[in-house]
């Protein structure tokens, strides 16, 4: 028989549960209401194209936030100079990526970055490395959360996977258009550049899953940091799109979500007892 999961009980754990270390935590806290302070206005600003030029610089500044969140709360379940050296990896082979990217054309397509991020090294904006390191930590982090009991061990990276694509394709609008945090060379977005990112987080997943399994309450404290950072994100992503007007790519992510859902709660499902003939 499986245990249900009582989201009262998850919601009433706080993101701050599971820690060891009080100072760690309190950096961890100071941090994630920094960002939740920011929201409201990322959302007014971006979201609502009022932003002015002279403070571009606001959308690295939450991307570094969100990642050093995501560090932190890494820090529950493995020491923090582990996780640290964790995020370090992650960052320095999806920067070669990157350059790949721009560079070659593979694995995304063709594209190239603008100087909104900021600071950039051989073309790539160093807040993307963070980026990607939040969304693939926070994805695994849900879908371990959701599909960990599943008796498919593929389910795991593949809602990893598939909850990058469904960020991404919301993402896509407002970052290649309305914000120009970089252009496609091509009038569409490829189709390549969501069939990689749903490749290498599902890849991440898979290596991720190695970790060791964490007690209970740090569990707890990992999902739920990952559904505030990865919901605020959504959120923002997609407010952003119908307010300009992108209602195709909102419908399509919110039609993966609940593409996941409706797949998540199969996994669950228990299986109906058949009945023995006398």
């Keep these: 028989m499986r245990t249900r999961v009582s989201y009262a009980t998850f919601l009433a754990a706080g993101p701050g549960r599971g820690f060891s270390d009080g100072p760690t935590k309190s950096l961890y806290g100071i941090l994630l209401g920094v960002s939740l302070f920011f929201f409201p206005f990322s959302l007014l600003f971006v979201g609502g194209g009022l932003l002015p030029a002279q403070f571009s610089p606001m959308a690295s500044f939450i991307i570094v936030l969100n990642a050093l969140i995501t560090l932190l709360s890494e820090s529950r379940s493995m020491s923090l100079a ?12 999806l920067f070669f990526v990157e350059y790949a990217g721009i560079t070659t054309g593979t694995p995304f397509g063709w594209y190239a970055y603008s100087d909104v991020l900021g600071f950039r090294v051989a073309g790539v904006p160093i807040a993307i490395s963070f980026a990607w390191y939040a969304t693939v930590v926070t994805t695994w982090r849900i879908a371990r959360f959701c599909a960990d009991r599943s008796p498919s061990a593929l389910l795991v990276p593949l809602t990893a996977g598939l909850l990058t694509v469904a960020i991404d394709v919301a993402l896509e609008p407002m970052a290649s258009g309305i914000t120009a945090y970089w252009q496609w060379r091509t009038a569409t977005i490829p189709l390549q550049n969501y069939a990689a990112w749903f490749a290498f987080t599902f890849l991440a997943a898979l290596l991720l899953q190695r970790v060791r399994p964490e007690p209970r309450e740090q569990t707890k404290g990992h999902a739920i940091n990952a559904f505030v950072l990865a919901g605020m994100q959504w959120v923002l992503f997609m407010s952003t799109d119908i307010l300009h007007g992108c209602y195709a790519e909102a419908l399509f992510s919110a039609g993966i979500l609940g593409f996941l859902v ?3 709660w199969l996994s669950k499902r228990e299986p109906t007892p058949s009945k023995e003939t006398v």
């Design 82 to 93: 582990k996780a640290t050296g964790i995020f370090l990896g992650m960052a320095c082979i």
């Design 262 to 264: 409706a797949l998540l």
